[in-house]
């Protein structure tokens, strides 16, 4: 049975689970659509006896019966139609919700090294969430047909029988053709339609690029790489479309042409059966248009086949993102205010150095300064203390290992602002909310505390500015500004800051810093960075080595120097080892 069978390989599997989740909306259609169906077979029997039997000459009774037999077997067919139609389309969007929930929950649940690991890049992860889980849903839809394909068959192989065997033999000859066509297409179109889909993805990505990256690169006159880029990829994508469109035509031509072959075949046979009077005309008529009926059923057949083999492809894609692990269960019984531990936190990556270990303990109101060269690993260790990126070693809150927190008691309870501020489109105030609603003091301290008060007071509007498309009608400093308030809305007990001041004046600096302080007497915070405001103003500093030279494994030992002296016990910086090419380089 299509829903109770456990198959084997990770697509089609999911692609069953889909199917499953919209199982009452799928019957539904086959429902009607069987429905539309008899009655579409039905027309061509009814006009083979209105040609034998009921239209006659003087007599108006057997034309006026004949059609309306025939009008009614229309209504019915309409009504078929427009019911399976209704529901193939509400479960394919009820399936394809399904699938971006998976799919968003999924990447929510993990690190961003896996995802990247899993996906390559972000603009691919797009194509993923867009057009492979279209392509899965238009399978969905076409599924239905496949009823309507056995139901023909069912029906007319009986039916042909019944007018002459030997009409039936002619169309049976076109059977074991048939299956040749669709064993030697299938193979090379899902080839086709996974160089395809890859394609698209490598596109996705130089869009993505495109759109993220202009602005910097127009800076250094490199932004016509980037429309190359994307240039090059869509060429990519016209050529692969092109590919597959010459094997589905070949194999969508063939396919339709062998049951026309049959109806020219049909009507010798049948034209001397009814010249033998072994058959009448009508049967003759009806014989011809049920082959009509054949082809469109295997015409409808191959593109059902196209849709399956593009289906499993993309099922394929999005079932790579979808087996990473599954969330974690919320945890039960998490601590009050208590102290963050970090033991032998360790990140390693291929090609890369080690990052770390770093051991820390904090205590709420304490705040702990991570410092050390470029490169030498304080954002991935920042990010490894929020489970960010995959570590060795752990970060617990008080005896709660923050690994074992499902994502939402994580958030709660680590707020994490990275280095880069990204803001969405909409004003400062909803960029606030964006983590859920506050009541609106709370907004105004929080405000306040990041100092946005003095970062926006040349704006007239104030909390309301339209921050613009990914917060670029801001500066660099009124942008870390908002998500640093964002990050304090959130009452988290430990917070991460990643260089979050890195682009403000030393002033507005200090009035932020001297805020911060007071605001977050019994929180923990653990600041990634150089700057001296900072390091003044820490309780504890822990100096990271230099990163060793590519090649040789890390030896990054984090060093703890005496509270609040700014003073660190590293050596001078080694050179940083060039970081190992992750996407395409923007130059050749
Ligand atoms: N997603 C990633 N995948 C692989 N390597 C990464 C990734 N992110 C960072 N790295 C590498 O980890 C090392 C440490 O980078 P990190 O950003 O943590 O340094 P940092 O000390 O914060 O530097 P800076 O002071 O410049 O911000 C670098 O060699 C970097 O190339």
Known sequence: MIFSRRPADPATRLMHRTLSRVRGHFLRSVAWAALRQSAFLAMPWLLGRAVDAGVQAGSPRGALLYGGAFLAAACVEYA????????AALADNRAGTW???????????????????RTGTFGDLTTRATRDVDTVIVWIHGLTTWVVIGLTALVLVPAVAGLDP????????????????NRVFPPLFGRRAEHLAAAHGARGSAAEQLLSALLPLRGVGADHLLVERHHRHSTEVTRATKRLASVSSVWEAVAFAVPLLAVTAGLLVGGLAVADGRITVGALTTFV?????????????????GDFAEARVAADR?????????PARPYVGLPGRDVLRVDGLTVRRPDRAVVGPLTLTAAPGEWVVLTGPTGSGKSTLL????????????????????????????YALVGFVPEGPLL?????????????????????????????DLALAQLSDGLDTQVGERGWALSGGQRQLVTLAR???RDSPVLLFDDVTSALDAATEAAVLDRLRAATADRIVLFATHAPAVRARADREITLAAPPVSGTRGTAAATPTAPGTGQTTATLPAPAAPPAPEQEPLHG
């Open 383 to 410: 990010r490894a203390v929020a489970q960010l990126v995959p570590a060795s070693g752990t970060a617990a809150y008080g005896e709660v290992p923050l690994a074992r927190l499902d994502p939402e008691q994580l």
């Open 80 to 87: 078929g139609t427009r019911g399976w139609q209704l529901w």
């Open 99 to 117: 699938l971006r929930t998976r799919l968003l929950t999924a990447i929510l649940a993990v690190d961003t090294d896996t995802l990247q690991r």
């Open 487 to 489: 990050a304090l809305l």
């Open 166 to 181: 030997l009409l039936l033999l002619v169309a049976a000859a076109t059977v074991p053709v048939l299956l040749v066509v």
């Open 424 to 452: 969405l489109h909409g004003t400062v105030t909803e960029n606030l909310l964006l983590p859920g609603d506050r009541p609106a003091a709370e907004v105004a301290a929080a405000a306040h505390t990041a100092g946005l």
């Open 289 to 305: 248009l049920w082959m009509g009926t054949v082809s469109l059923a295997v015409n409808a057949m191959i593109a059902r086949l």
């Open 318 to 326: 999005i079932a790579r993102v979808l087996e990473l692990p599954e």
